[in-house]
DNA sequence: ATAATAGTGTCTCTTAGACATTATGAA
DNA sequence: TTCATAATGTCTAAGAGACACTATTAT
């Protein structure tokens, strides 16, 4: 009456820009199916779990409990994968999320291999995780457009190079750095800024900024230059 | 090892515009759980399924396949739910489509009462179905922003009115006609211009489109007047 | 002083928003 | 003629893109 039963799981896309690069979070499988094979960190849904429920859950395992509590990241919902032969095992519905984490040390779990990754670097990973990797990339990048969400790959204090570096490492794009900060600081409710700033290196000492309330872009950033209008 | 298992289904948010209102197809609920509600069209997935295998089905078995044949919709995946306690008969994934479709007759099922309700006007749906329609919805509103889907709820060829009367049922505001026009018409490949027009009524006659094969909105046509910048 | 980076300012072009006018049909 | 709707045009202000200049630190 109810047609077949799955298992489900959820898999996490963990995001974070290192230097210039936009990377990704990869375990190394040490079972059966796809052994020896990058994955995408993920687990089964425990009975009494939502889904969003298990996806915290596992990126605290990830991550680290600690790291988890005082990090100001993001976790949405991506989308279900539930092909017929994407698992071996049998009938395996994996409901995917997107995480968005500042700059972390290299998680160092008991008996598991994981890692940060370029994601232009990545092929070949276990199951369909290849495509749902180019998913949530895909998503990261649209959500920056018309999101205020590229904070969350910030620390709670930051200045608007690292926000730049942050755009350009998703989109691999250059920004001009003048517009972008015109852009970023008229969008009301976007950063707070406080009144330290950093010191240490060359140059003139930029201001630390905290997210502000705002979540929406108005008008967006655009990646590409817009469609001229025929005519 | 693998955790407990689940039946899953695929639940469809089918959206319309008729005459000044979004609507959406309900369907009256024969047995239990939630025997005689209102709640969205779904079904089970199949052994050999993918999700978006289940959800034309569902679609086509709804709307009947000769209009599912001929009409240039849209459909897409929404989101997955799975709360503990979403179904009282056990644990019951369900992964939500959305479809954007023109304005249809209404269906005529056998032992199927369904219909178009608007969707202001729905309240207390089975399951978390109410829930699954607000974020729907809501997706929808934001679609229209940044993409050309209008045209999805028109008829393969339509007036820039009638697209017009889309974005103003779903967003449930007034739009500048004039401004409105010279915005679509000049997004190149939105809509590709037909010598033919609509006749009848009062008034100068309305030349008809069809949909171009542009996807997206550069810059995005906003709900809301942007967020005047400080200072 | 020099290099490096942060922060501000200016100019132009495109587009959104507000609104007027003309065009073409039905009653 | 009158009414209704389509289609085009005009003006203004906001914002993007391009780029020059000033400010403040380390070496």
């Excluded at 009456?1 to 820009?17: E, I, Q, S, W, Y």
């Excluded at 976790?75 to 519905?93: F, I, K, M, N, S």
């Excluded at 290299?106 to 995780?129: E, I, K, M, N, R």
Aim: aromatic letters at 6%; glycine letters at 10%; a negative charge.
């Amino acid at each position: 009456m109810r047609g077949n039963l799955f298992a489900v799981g959820v898999d996490l896309v963990v995001l974070t820009v290192r230097g210039d690069e936009l990377c990704v979070l990869l375990v190394r499988r040490s079972e059966q199916p796809f052994e020896g094979s990058w994955g995408l960190p993920g687990g089964f849904v425990a009975p009494d779990e939502d889904l969003a429920d298990t996806a915290a859950r596992e990126l605290s395992a990830q991550i680290g409990s600690g790291a988890a509590g005082r990090v100001t990241g993001h976790l949405e919902q991506l989308a279900g994968y539930a092909a017929p032969d994407r698992d071996p095992r049998g009938r395996v519905l994996s409901v995917a999320f997107l995480a968005l984490l500042p700059d972390l040390p290299d998680p160092d779990q008991p008996g598991v291999t994981s890692g940060w990754h370029p994601v232009a670097d990545v092929a070949d990973l276990a199951f369909d995780h290849t495509r749902i990797l180019s998913d949530g990339v895909e998503r990261a990048r649209e959500t920056l457009e018309y999101t205020t969400l590229a904070a969350a790959f910030c620390p709670p204090e930051f200045t608007i190079t690292d926000l730049r570096r942050v755009y350009e490492a998703v989109w691999r794009t250059e920004i001009d750095p003048r517009n972008f900060s015109r852009k970023v600081t008229s969008t009301p409710g976007f950063l707070i800024p406080t009144n330290r700033h950093v010191t240490g290196g060359p140059g003139r000492p930029a201001q630390l900024f905290r997210r502000g309330p705002a979540t929406r872009l108005h008008p967006a950033m655009l990646r590409e230059p817009a469609v001229r209008a025929a005519g």
